[in-house]
């Protein structure tokens, strides 16, 4: 994997050959976990990046749930490779794996990047089938069990925010919701999108504050610092409604009801020039700053235990 | 593979909240298959939307019609996927060789 090209956009079956050979580098580090199969039968997979203990608390990453955002994913394979390299190097990076584990998803919908890939690269939803309509596939943003239906997704099936016949409705999904809860002891999610250079915490489907609102905002605040640091790119911060717009049935509204305190959503690079088709020059840059602030939040939930 | 020449993505500013609820009203047009990369939220937040060819002259008319002002965020997506489409089979071109 020193020779892989983290500069440039990958296809589904080159990010998961990264994903082995990774873990041929890497058999006492990185292991690889299939939680599940996708509408169409593909796998789906975790790289889990652990240091010993059983069930230790851990970290969620995902990446590319909104298939389109090519971004995102090229990103999760550099944390991956970034991960490998630092551990046992940066003190206080290894510091975090010492004491506990990560779980990167670098591709959560594989059908929909499959599908950008053959047939139409703006692609955002999955390829579920909706009985009774011509239009293909659920935003899996709008398709978890917290708020699920109400104001902030669509009912419309060809909608781009169609949140699905029912709650977990979509394999991809509800092979997450399995792993969190049979894994018992995540302590912080981030989940990871782009564009428009937000750190997101909950809620999204209501404006009633979250109860840790307060640290919650503080540790956007120094992780959105921290990534600045290094290209000076500015991202905002807030709670999903106040931020951006009413959302339900969003990703780290139901990890936050499930007692995953520090549950995040990024909106990386851009602001507005080329939106999700970032330029792959970009890529590395983008991965870097981000990098930083997930350091941040992890650095804080290790020394935050709950 | 779909193609998307002629698409381009408009950036709209919406004022008040009345713009915000006129631009909502477009996205419930089914028949111009409007993508809202950015939806609409809030006074002051931009609203960034892809517009297939064919809608191109009704939709500019119509967020004119209401004095809300938009900018061409992207002229043609089209040729943004071309320009990626380029840089990673050169990229696969010099990896194989």
Redesign the interface.
Same mark, same amino acid.
């Given at each position: 994997t020193d020779t892989f090209n983290y500069a440039t956009y990958h296809t589904l079956d080159e990010i998961y050959g990264f994903m082995d050979m990774l873990v041929a580098e890497h058999p006492n580090l990185v292991s690889k976990l299939q939680i599940g199969k996708t509408y169409e039968g593909r796998p789906i997979y975790v790289l889990k990046f652990s240091t010993g203990g059983n069930n230790r608390p851990a970290i969620w990453i995902d990446t590319g749930i909104h298939s389109r955002e090519w971004v995102t994913q090229a990103s999760g394979i550099w944390f991956a490779k970034k991960i490998t390299q630092d551990y046992g190097q940066n003190p206080a990076f290894t510091a975090i794996l010492d004491k506990m584990d990560i779980f990167l998803e670098i591709v959560t919908n594989p059908d929909g990047f499959a599908f950008t890939h053959s047939k139409n690269r703006l692609w955002r939803k999955t390829r579920s089938i909706t009985a009774g309509s011509s239009c293909v596939g659920v935003d899996p943003n709008r398709n978890w069990d917290a708020g699920f239906g109400k104001a902030g997704a669509s009912s419309n099936p060809c909608s781009e925010t169609y949140h699905g016949k029912f709650a977990n409705s979509e394999t991809e999904v509800k092979s997450i919701v399995d792993f969190v809860k049979s894994h018992g002891n995540i302590k912080a999610f981030i989940s990871i999108h782009s564009y428009s250079q937000l750190l997101l915490y909950p809620y999204g489907y209501t404006t009633d504050p979250a109860q840790d609102q307060a640290e919650l905002d503080e540790l956007a605040k120094s992780a959105v610092t921290a990534l600045a640091s290094l290209y000076g790119t500015k991202f905002k911060y807030g709670s999903i409604i106040k931020a951006i717009y009413r959302a339900s049935g969003g990703t780290i509204d139901w990890t936050y009801n499930q007692g995953i305190k520090y549950s995040y959503t990024f909106e990386l690079r851009d602001t507005g020039r080329y939106g999700f088709l970032l330029p792959a020059s970009q890529i590395v840059p983008t991965a870097q700053e981000t990098w930083l602030a997930l350091l941040t939040i992890m650095d804080h939930t290790l020394k935050h235990p709950y | 593979?779909?193609d +998307?020449v002629g698409h381009q !993505?408009l950036?709209i500013s919406v004022a008040d909240e009345a713009q915000v609820q006129k631009v909502t009203e477009l996205e419930d047009l089914?028949h111009l298959q409007l993508? +809202?990369? @950015?939806? =609409? *939220? %809030?006074p002051g937040? =931009?609203v960034?939307v @892809?517009v297939p060819f064919p809608s191109l002259q009704a939709v500019k008319v119509f967020l004119e019609a209401h004095g809300i002002k938009y900018t061409i #965020?992207?002229e043609d !997506?089209q040729s /943004? /996927?071309d320009?990626?489409e380029e %840089? #990673?089979f050169a +990229?696969q071109a010099r *990896?194989a060789s």
């Open positions: - | 593979k779909e +998307f !993505v950036r089914e993508d +809202f990369w @950015r939806g =609409p *939220a %809030q937040s =931009p960034d @892809r #965020m992207i !997506v /943004l /996927l320009e990626e %840089q #990673m +990229f *990896a």
